[in-house]
């Protein structure tokens, strides 16, 4: 056996334009529907991996949380697809910061699975390429596929594969492409939200629109690429507004209805459309909590982040750019 060393990769959050809300497959983590993000730069995860034959358990901490029960044994069994891949059986000592809040919700899941593809397979000696990391990433988190690769990224939910290695994601444009900025609007918190897996599936059981979501996803995925190519904001933002809605209604439609959204959320809708419609190239986007994520031009970004700061209840503005794909540091 060669050396095994500590490998430390950083990766960025991602947030999705054309959502990502269903599976097709929970044991392999298949989505039911393509999406299509943008890695966010100034957002940072570093995880530092080492696979060490002195130790008999995996060590996990994350911002200085030593992991334990259910959180520790997703973990576990994502560095033991690694190993299984490696051939190897050693335990690991993994650190995880995030230089971002925890509750200002950015999907730490997805910066975290894709710094933590990228440094576990580095420092088990495989050598992925972008493609494997996207696949392993995945196993992790949906959404952590996407934030293998910088700038505007589309995932594909996969079809025929049995062991789901048609599912990954891919660089449509680097962070070059069209300097948009996000602006997350973090609002007040409420009770804990349920899970996203834990969603997904009752809305797919239980909600009546849910065919009619995952039908439409890859009619609505085809406009947002066209917007997006040709730097079409107007477009792209009817679009992401379009494929965000729709996503909240459906988690509504289910039994019980998800409701993600606080009263300012919806108070933020309307300012943002106010906003658009009174010539603010802005339009918005709402994950699995109550914040709001104001797109915008590089040029739009102070006024949009001026007026978004000013409503009551907004606790704090993140801005952050198009950033770069996980990578070794
Ligand atoms: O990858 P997960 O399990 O964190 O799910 C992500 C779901 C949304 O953030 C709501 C949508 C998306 O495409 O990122």
């Known amino acids: 056996m060669s050396n095994l060393n500590p490998v430390s990769a950083v990766a960025h959050p991602n947030i999705a334009l054309i ?15 393509g999406s299509l993000s943008l890695t966010l730069d100034g957002l940072h995860t570093t995880t530092s991996v080492h696979f060490d034959p002195a130790l008999d358990h995996d060590k ?17 069994e994502f560095l033991d697809l690694v190993r299984q ?25 997805a910066s975290g699975f894709a710094a933590l593809a990228l440094a576990a397979s580095k420092a088990a000696n ?9 696949i392993l990433a995945r196993r992790g988190s949906g959404s952590a596929a996407r934030s293998i690769h910088g700038g505007w990224v589309e995932m594909f939910p996969g079809k025929d594969d049995p062991n789901g290695l048609d599912s990954y994601a891919v660089q449509l444009h680097d962070e070059s492409h069209w300097d948009l900025n996000c602006l997350v609007a973090v609002c007040a918190q409420g009770p804990k939200k349920i899970g996203s897996t834990e969603a997904m599936m009752s809305t797919a059981e239980t909600a009546p629109y849910y065919p009619a979501w995952i039908e439409d996803v890859p009619k609505t995925l085809v406009e947002a690429k066209l917007a997006l190519a040709s730097r ?3 477009k792209l933002a009817d679009v992401a507004e379009a ?6 209604a459906c988690a509504m439609a289910a039994n019980p209805g998800i409701l993600y959204w606080k009263g300012i959320t919806v108070d933020l809708i309307h300012l943002v459309r106010q906003m658009r419609q009174e010539g603010t190239p802005v339009f918005f986007t709402i994950d699995a909590g109550p914040h709001i994520k104001a797109f915008c031009t590089a040029e739009a970004a102070p006024k949009v982040s001026e007026t978004l700061a000013a409503v009551p209840g907004v606790q704090k503005i993140l801005h952050a750019t198009p950033g770069a794909g996980a990578r070794i540091i």
Not at 126 to 131: E, G, I, K
Not at 243 to 248: A, E, F, G, V, Y
């Open 243 to 248: 494929s965000c809605l729709r996503m909240h």
């Open 126 to 134: 495989l050598d992925l390429d972008p493609t494997e990391l996207s």
């Open 85 to 109: 891949r490696a051939g190897i059986s050693h335990r690991a000592t993994v650190i995880t910061k995030n230089d971002f809040p925890p509750s200002a919700g950015l999907a730490s899941s």
């Open 232 to 234: 079409d904001f107007s």
């Open 60 to 76: 996990i901490a994350i911002n200085d949380e030593i992991l334990s029960g259910s959180k520790h044994q997703r973990l576990s």
């Open 19 to 33: 959502k990502y809300w269903g599976k097709r497959n929970v044991q392999l983590n298949l989505p039911a529907a």
